[in-house]
């Protein structure tokens, strides 16, 4: 079978997304019992043994989701060009037998990768605003630091699917000095977002370098952490990284979860560490076509959040990347989520819809529209019910100034008063 074949077979028939058996999922537990039945709990907890024992084989993955001989000559052809790498924590999330199951939609190669051929390589042009290599500074105050292209799972919808060809790297302690470098010759840096492939692949001691590096540059206020960890082997974030970051403060963490059935109680217990930890955890999720593009699916995901207390902050447009098109969505869809959303849950639950616009343009946030008119003077909206009121808009009244050292203060007038004329010895010109 080549690609070519695939696709077409793939267009004479679109692969069907129904479960194989009425059987209900296996439990984590049971999961675990049945294909990992000698490994310890001490191993089961040990974020090092479920990294070297990831699934990175249609082979390997064969002993745990039922695959037809042609299924698995389908998926090789998928994971030479898109390579797979799944944690078992992960795999123990999956309803095996059901091919539309949202976690395993999210690990699990799909001939869909390659028989689409819209969307691009790098749509978000992070290579070209790359100022040394692996440091990203398009906007004027925050910078991207690349650290790796090493994640502990290959999402299917990662937007730096195009890393994946190069294989596993992590920058050199004389490229990462490079970056630092960079950083502490431009003050403007109040912001650093440490980024990947996943930065918590590095061991705790090489991350504490980086960070602590970042600290002793006066001008860099923040530093952020952008991590799949927490969901994918919430093992990973264990005592001694929680101790290591608490010394470098404020650290902020977004991770990414996508569906409730990735709030398990070790992943809420992650997100319990780090915020003991000091380091505030928001969730920045991808809208993805059979994944979470319900209202349902998005309540339930955003109020499992706030129970781990973690904000959900983004809901991003799936980027345009090439091998990702069947999780798209039109934008219609994210804003009915939003609009189902709004006033029927707290604001607290409800993320920031954005696109990051292709090209390096930026976010824009996208909102379902309130605002039926609105003049000078007047707005007329409706709310989530339907209902329309009419809101004056009022007008912007000058601030009052500070006096001038040795003048006589105006008197504070009523709102909607003007005064003609003021004489210190007379108040009789101010009238309304
Ligand atoms: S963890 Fe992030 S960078 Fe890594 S594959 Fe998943 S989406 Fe891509």
Known sequence: MTEESLIAEDKAEPPSCSPEADE?????????????????DAQWNDWRWH??????????????????????TRLKLVSARFPLAVTPYYLSLMDLDDPCDPVRLQAVPSSLEVAAGAGHEDPLAEERDSVVPGLVHRYPDRVLMVLTDICAMLC?????????????????????????????RTPQVRDVIISGGDPLTLSTPQLEKVLSALRQIPHVEIIRIGTRFPVVLPQRI????????????????????????EITPEAAGACDRLLRA???????????????????????????????????????????VQGTEYFWTPVEVGLRI?????????????????????????????????????????????????????????KSAPLPRKPKVGVTAPPQLPFGWTVTEVKNEDRAGIRP
């Open 338 to 394: 939003i609009e189902g959303m709004r006033g029927h849950t707290s604001g607290l639950a409800i993320p920031n819809y954005v696109i990051d616009l292709p090209d390096g343009r930026g976010k824009i946030p996208l909102t379902p529209n309130y605002v039926l008119t609105r003049t000078d003077h007047e707005l007329v909206v409706r709310n989530y019910e339907g209902h329309i009121s009419h809101f004056t808009n009022p």
């Open 24 to 40: 209900p999922p296996l439990s984590p537990s049971v999961f675990r019992r049945k294909f990992y039945p000698d490994v310890s």
């Open 278 to 320: 000091g380091v505030q955890v928001n969730n920045q999720s991808v809208l993805l076509r059979g994944v979470n593009d319900t209202v349902d699916t998005q309540l339930k995901l955003c109020h499992g959040l706030l129970r781990a207390k973690v904000r959900p902050y983004y809901l991003f447009q799936c980027d345009q």
């Open 156 to 184: 299917r919808h990662c937007t730096r699917k195009r890393e994946w060809h190069h294989g596993g790297w992590i920058h050199t302690p004389a490229e990462i000095e490079r970056m630092l470098d960079y950083i502490r």
């Open 51 to 72: 990294f070297r024992n990831r699934i990175t084989s249609v082979e390997d993955l064969s002993r745990f989701i039922p695959l037809t001989v042609k299924e698995r």
């Open 238 to 261: 264990d005592e001694e990284l929680c101790a290591m970051l608490s010394k470098y403060g404020p650290i902020w963490l977004n991770t990414h979860f996508n569906h409730p059935n």
